[in-house]
């Protein structure tokens, strides 16, 4: 999206009608650099900030470290039979996740639309943390643990992020403590300020990067504080969302609720390899074995322009699909987005036209996802 196409504020909702919204630890902050939030999971995320552009936000994450307290929110589940639970719940074997591991779910629907998508952490042999995407999630799994032994709740933690190429230099710092080990997708806990807390190396961007878990007993401000004055040698600053949106594009990350909703299935936007089909069991699982194989969702690049989001795309003036995401990228200096196509599928390389922010229709390229570092060497930290 860019930052026309987001529903954004600059200021919490007053008394009365906050009984349902959560501010997290750092709004007053960002406040002073005068920051226009969006809504996500009933929560605030910093969109953008009058202080800095969003290509310098997005600069942060390619160059040196960009942060950003996200809207994410955690559910927590756990006692005998939490794997069991959610091996039911998610479409991939859960069995599979190791302890002090992190694994990439979807969960789904009986008819295998989306309900959302989300990072699983395994805390030990019977306690997950689920920090799940913008959706309802806790009750789906609270009603479907009727019949297990099993305890669902929401924890009040909030995350944040430390994304970029300096991101490790300065956890290193902070924790002083060995981390070659500590490896793309792994969790662990961290003492930071004579404070335990859970950090994991995953991200909304493929860059090198962590995430960091706070909970109602950490001492927020410290913490961050702490983080910041470390960073500030390496070039540490706010990102905010319009920063991240390019960023994430160009790595095919996807977006609950504009790349996909209920109405598509995992293999339809490019997650089939996350669906597991060989497993006894999990909801969704029939509709999933019985349905096309295909995707339809692919990248797009623009040399004229930046795609729409919600926009049209055309071949030989037929609409063949929608445009689910567009942004400027300053490191391929053009417009990068998604199309959903309706019916057939576009060739890789093919040429169609598509609808852009400025309101032109200009010649756009599908290409396949994630744009570049199809291995994800750089979030693993070997690029």
């Not at 490790?168 to 500590?182: A, P, Q, S």
């Not at 070039?235 to 609950?256: M, Q, W």
């Amino acid at each position: 999206m860019t930052k026309s196409d987001r529903a954004t504020v600059s200021f919490s909702p007053g008394q009365g009608w906050d009984y349902g919204f959560i501010e997290h630890p750092f709004v007053e902050e960002e406040k002073k650099k005068g920051v226009r939030y969006c809504v996500y999971n009933r929560r605030l995320m910093a969109v953008s900030f009058e202080t800095k552009t969003n290509e310098e936000g997005y600069w942060n994450l390619r160059k040196t470290a960009g942060t950003l307290h996200t809207g994410e929110h955690t559910i927590e589940i756990n006692g005998p039979d939490s794997t069991k639970l959610l091996d039911l719940i998610f479409t991939r074997n859960i069995h599979k996740t190791k302890i002090n591991k992190c694994s990439y779910q979807i969960a789904c629907y009986q008819d295998g639309g989306i309900i959302t998508d989300g990072v699983l952490l395994k805390l030990s042999d019977d306690r997950y943390w689920y920090a799940q995407a913008d959706g309802d999630l806790f009750s789906w799994i609270k009603a479907h643990s009727l019949n297990f032994d099993a305890n669902v709740f929401v924890p009040k933690n909030f995350i944040s992020q430390v994304q970029g190429p300096n991101s490790l230099k300065i956890l290193k710092e902070l924790i002083d403590v060995n981390i070659d080990e500590f490896k793309y997708y792994n969790h662990a806990e961290f003492n930071i300020c004579g404070e335990n807390i859970i950090i994991s190396r995953t991200g909304y961007t493929n860059e090198l990067g962590w995430e960091i878990y706070f909970e109602e007993h950490h001492d927020y401000h410290k913490i961050w504080n702490k983080i910041n004055e470390i960073g500030e040698k390496y070039g540490i600053g706010s990102s905010g969302l319009d920063s991240f949106e390019p960023r994430r594009i160009e790595a095919g990350i996807l977006n609950a609720g504009s790349d996909f909703n209920e109405t598509n299935n995992p293999f339809q936007i490019g997650l089939g390899t996350l669906v597991d089909l060989s497993k006894d069991n999990f909801i969704g699982k029939e509709a999933l074995l019985n349905t096309s194989k295909e995707t339809y969702l692919l990248g797009l690049q623009c040399d004229n322009g930046t795609p729409k989001w919600k926009g049209n795309v055309y071949k030989n003036s037929l609409h063949i699909g929608n445009i689910t995401c567009g942004a400027y990228s300053p490191f391929l200096m053009k417009g990068v987005g998604y199309v959903n196509f309706k019916d057939s599928i576009e060739e890789i390389n093919s040429t169609v036209q598509i609808e852009c922010i400025d309101g032109s229709l200009q010649d756009a390229v599908v290409v396949k996802l994630p744009m570049y570092d199809e291995e994800k060497k750089i979030p693993r930290g070997l690029e």
